[in-house]
């Protein structure tokens, strides 16, 4: 007897278990070995050669989308529209709590080896996903099966460690400058998805339509003053897209020089010791430096993503392709001006701890610390957990070999400084 395959575009209407699922492909699922990759979209339609770049990285897998509104507009463009093979695209349209931990949806998201988050309302994301069973699936999918993932517009926006929920509504630029503890900033932090490289970032949209370079800049100012964080930012415009590899090359794709279109890369300017200026309730936010609180690595999207930023090293990484600008706030206006690239002042125990390396990374089972003597080491999973400590490490071989494979980062605490590096079980 001759199997046939079966390619559909089902729609199943379940919205009183709280989700809706559009299908299309074959229903017999496959297991295929996915590649890390994280693309982050601007928010309007989207870049065809970093979607392209996402697919492929699914090796032929099966793709889900998860929205919270909308319908199948993704399942075409996904499965037959780009010209990427790939088993199945199943659209996942999520209303409530309910409907994300229904087990059909945690079924199909476990076998993903592709998520893609649709735009809309990232606060309905956080709402719906955030502490139950089909958050942890999704950060295995990222740390555990270090298969692909990505979105846009809201869906970018909820892909940082460090993010804005939109809990109350968005912000503009000018409201968020004239008072950087406004109701409707509303700020999360390490406790939703964990993605390799973004721990320590805050992603923003639409970055030209309208302005949000303010309200961006605003909320890093404040991880930096309520929580002592050096959080650092990726933005893109509403056409562009931040696609990041395995190594942290984050490459951006547009249409430059058709239309003006960029990626930026904002941090804090490493040789500011100071506080923020003003930072208060009600009164516009000063972060001056001379006009130098942020460095911002401009970078253009071209079709085939040739220029980019390594965010595995915000200070000494390779970048090609961009420009260097500095920006500040002075009584809640925004500045920007061309700048100079990162050059921090190392101190000796700095300089000390950019030696330190972590051998072999990727590791099998063991691997050591060079160039310590003495440290505090400990190692976290992709959640955050604190897996390993050791008190006194003399650089002895660690045995590791009883954990997962995945994605894991390494802190090491020497004379009260501290280094911190991703380090991958193989």
């Excluded at 988050?117 to 069973?133: E, H, L, M, P, T």
């Excluded at 004239?178 to 999360?188: E, M, V």
């Excluded at 000063?286 to 079709?303: D, E």
């Excluded at 610390?369 to 003495?374: A, D, F």
Aim: glycine letters at 8%; one cysteine or more; aromatic letters at 14%.
């Amino acid at each position: 007897m001759i199997k046939k395959l079966l390619f559909l575009l089902t729609p199943f209407f379940l919205n009183a278990q709280g989700y809706t699922s559009y299908f299309t492909g074959n229903t017999t699922n496959i297991t295929t070995t996915p590649e890390f990759g994280v693309c982050l979209m601007g928010g309007a339609s989207e870049n065809d050669e970093a979607m392209k770049w996402l697919l492929q990285k699914a090796n032929g897998g099966d793709v889900v989308v998860l929205r919270s509104s909308g319908s199948n507009g993704y399942n075409n463009y996904l499965y037959s529209g780009l010209g990427v093979t790939v088993n199945s695209v199943e659209t996942l349209v999520i209303t409530s709590v309910a409907g994300a931990t229904n087990p059909y949806v945690l079924d199909k998201v476990a076998n993903a080896e592709m998520i893609w988050f649709a735009g809309g309302d990232q606060w309905n994301y956080v709402s719906y996903f955030k502490n139950n069973a089909l958050e942890d699936l999704i950060n295995n999918h990222i740390n555990i099966k270090n298969a692909p993932i990505g979105g846009t517009s809201a869906g970018m926006a909820i892909l940082g460690g460090k993010y804005f929920n939109a809990q109350n509504g968005s912000v503009t630029s000018t409201q968020a400058m004239n008072n950087p503890y406004h109701p409707n900033i509303t700020l999360g932090y390490d406790d939703f998805l964990s993605v390799p490289y973004l721990t320590d970032v805050i992603t923003d949209t639409h970055y030209d339509n309208p302005d949000r370079r303010g309200r961006q800049s605003t909320f890093i100012a404040r991880f930096k003053s309520d929580f002592n964080f050096d959080v650092k930012g990726i933005a893109s415009n509403e056409y562009v897209a931040v696609c990041i590899d395995a190594d942290g090359k984050a490459r951006v794709f547009g249409d430059y020089p058709a239309y003006q279109e960029f990626a930026y890369f904002l941090q804090a300017n490493c040789n500011n010791p100071n506080p923020i200026e003003n930072i208060q309730s009600g009164q516009p936010l000063t972060w001056n430096y001379n006009g130098q609180a942020l460095k911002v690595y401009k970078v253009p999207g071209t079709m085939n993503g040739q220029h980019f930023f390594d965010i595995s090293d915000w200070q000494n990484g390779n970048n090609s392709g961009g420009s260097w600008e500095h920006w500040s706030i002075n009584n809640g206006v925004f500045s920007s001006s061309a700048g100079t690239p990162i050059q921090c002042v190392l101190g000796v125990n700095d300089s000390l701890l950019n030696e330190i390396q972590v051998f072999p990374n990727p590791f099998s089972d063991h691997f050591s610390v060079k160039e310590i003597e003495l440290a505090k080491i400990s190692i976290f999973d992709a959640q955050g957990r604190v897996v390993f400590e050791k008190e006194k490490y003399v650089g002895e071989i660690l045995n590791f070999s009883h954990f997962n494979s995945g994605i894991y980062f390494i802190r090491v605490e020497v004379d009260n400084q501290i280094y911190t590096k991703k380090i991958v079980k193989k």
